[in-house]
């Protein structure tokens, strides 16, 4: 009888993932799907705030082009950063869900923050003005990577459920990262679109105070799901986090004793299979086991972390090239035409839009079309290894910054050709620039979450998190760069920079050529990395 009660019982949890008892067809707990719509929610908000912040600090603090940039840089690598903190906390001195609850809280006093200054501007100094937004990054830096790992508890796919069959919890794993990815680009979307039309439009109080209340709103629901939620308890006796500070030590040393070495081609058997399923993340739960004893965990991450170093290094130049659309092809935006008729009027803003909407559409087509027909050429299962479509990402990030440049030569030539206020370039030639980014993360941000691979289970939340590295230290080298150029190039500009406020003298085209460049260099530097990496061939192939 207690057999047949415990089956019972087994079977009533794995009915909430599967919609019949033969597994054809997958189903997702009610905490899976709540995780998933709090999650879109969070990046309507965050995107709300962030896609248009530079128009905000230029047109309302009064910052200047560059300034400005070098705010919204810094302040985005910041933010990107901050999960590796949070991570280290959720996986090895909070549970997940406690790090949620205050990590939300801290972004709800960032966002009332902010909506009061945005309300109360003209009485407050310009620099209380970071304190919210660095709030909303100590708060987005712990919900985001501990959300989603969180996420992933609930799909009850543990060590505690061997009696599930590999196939059905191949399908509930698929399915929460699919619609966990639609989800958060959707609500990107509605972000980029939707606030910063109304920004423009209504003003900036109204225009944070709405994802302020969404937010309250979405950290009340998921609270409300508390009862329905699995927490996983802490391992108190192998904390991950030793194994990190063992594996930082062991780095420091190689280094010093230059010890580095790339892994060789043929002979090397260590090397974590550089793999992608059709969504990012989600055949990686049971790939990574923790080393059973304490001391065998920090060689290993060491040897993961000094193998992907270089790697890692060359696409910091992507991450700056992929933060343009924030800071100035916004501003690129605001000094062209972007009247749609004789009343509606185009928020500059909006246009990053495209972007999110370029990775909602290519994103079936890759699996469906790029992959069956790369296949014929290549005989790989997948059309491309995944440094191979980390390659044609990068060569996409500088297509699009060409054609950035090409279309800011024109526009400043025909402001020239015209009076400068009514003869002006249509707001539209900007979204080849925009889409051309949007077909790179399909490619190389998608594929850079191999990186979640290289880490033991235990440390979940970390890998989640490391990814985002490359694009905290690709921001603050993108302020680093921009600083560098602004004074360099105002020295023999007469004064005047490439991000000079004056349209006459503003030469972003030079800006645009120049990234194109180094992201060449850094590419042709990548290609040559990738001869001292192999993927081993999938079992039976």
């Known amino acids: 009888m207690c057999k047949l009660l415990k089956e019972l019982s087994e079977a009533s949890r794995c009915s909430l993932f599967l919609m019949d008892s033969e597994g054809k067809s997958a189903a997702l707990s009610k905490p899976c799907v709540l995780i ?46 901050l999960p590796l903190a949070s991570a280290i906390l959720a996986d090895s001195f909070w549970d997940r869900y406690s790090t949620i609850t205050v990590s939300s809280l801290l972004y709800i006093v960032g966002l009332v923050g902010l909506t009061s200054w945005a309300v109360l501007h003209s009485w407050m100094p310009s620099s209380l003005l970071f304190l919210p937004l660095y709030l909303i990054s100590v708060g987005q830096g712990g919900y985001i990577p501990s959300l989603q790992a969180f996420g992933a508890d609930q799909l009850l796919i543990e060590d505690d459920m061997e009696s599930l069959p590999a196939e059905q919890k191949n399908q509930v794993k698929s399915l929460f990262f699919q619609w966990w990815y639609f989800d958060i680009c959707s609500g990107s979307l509605l972000g980029n679109s939707i606030m910063s039309y109304i920004q423009d439009t209504f003003g900036w109080g109204l225009g944070f105070a709405i994802p302020c209340s969404v937010m309250v709103l979405s950290v009340v629901a998921f609270c409300c799901g508390a009862p329905l939620y699995m ?13 990190i500070f063992r594996a930082l030590k062991e780095i420091v040393t190689c280094l010093i004793t230059r010890k580095v070495r790339l892994p060789a081609r043929d002979d090397d058997h260590d090397i974590s299979e550089l793999e992608l399923e059709e969504k990012a993340l989600k055949d990686e739960f049971t790939d990574m086991k923790e080393a059973k004893d304490d001391h065998d965990t920090a ?15 060359t696409l910091l130049i992507f991450a700056v090239i992929f933060q343009q659309p924030m800071t100035f092809f916004t501003e690129q935006g605001t000094l062209m035409n972007h009247k749609v008729g004789s009343t509606f009027v185009i928020s500059p803003a909006m246009l990053q839009s495209s972007t999110t909407m370029s990775v909602i559409l290519l994103m079936p ?9 790369m296949r014929v050429f290549t005989r790989e299962e997948k059309g491309i290894t995944v440094l191979q479509r980390i390659g044609i990402g990068m060569v996409l990030s500088v297509a699009a ?10 526009r400043v030539h025909f402001v020239s050709e015209g009076d400068g206020a009514t003869h002006q370039l249509s707001i539209f030639w ?41 694009f905290g230290f690709g921001n603050f080298l993108g302020a680093f760069v921009i600083a560098v150029l602004e004074t360099t190039t105002a020295r023999t500009g007469e004064g005047h920079g490439w991000f000079s406020d ?23 530097f990548f290609t040559y990395l990738c001869k001292y990496y192999s993927e081993p061939e999938a079992p039976g192939r």
């Open 36 to 81: 998933i719509v709090v999650a879109g929610v969070e990046r309507f908000v965050y995107k709300g705030v962030a896609s248009n912040i530079v128009t905000f600090l230029t047109d309302v603090v009064k910052m200047s082009t560059s300034s400005a940039a070098k705010s919204v840089s810094t302040w985005n690598g910041v933010t990107s950063m």
């Open 502 to 524: 004056d349209p006459r003298h503003e030469h972003l085209d030079k800006y645009y050529w120049f990234l194109a460049f180094i992201g060449t260099v850094s590419f042709v």
């Open 430 to 470: 900007l979204l080849p620039q925009y889409i051309l980014l949007g077909v790179a993360d399909v490619f190389t941000v998608v594929g850079m979450q191999f990186f979640y691979t290289q880490v033991p289970s235990t440390m979940r939340t970390i890998g989640i998190a490391h990814y985002l590295s490359v």
């Open 401 to 410: 910054m060409v054609t950035a440049s090409i279309v800011e030569s024109k």
């Open 365 to 373: 087509l890759y699996d469906k079309i790029f992959v069956p027909l």
């Open 231 to 243: 927490c996983k308890e802490r391992n108190t006796g192998n904390k991950p986090s030793d194994g």
């Open 299 to 313: 060689p290993s991450v060491t040897n993961a972390i000094l193998r992907l170093l270089l790697i890692w290094t």
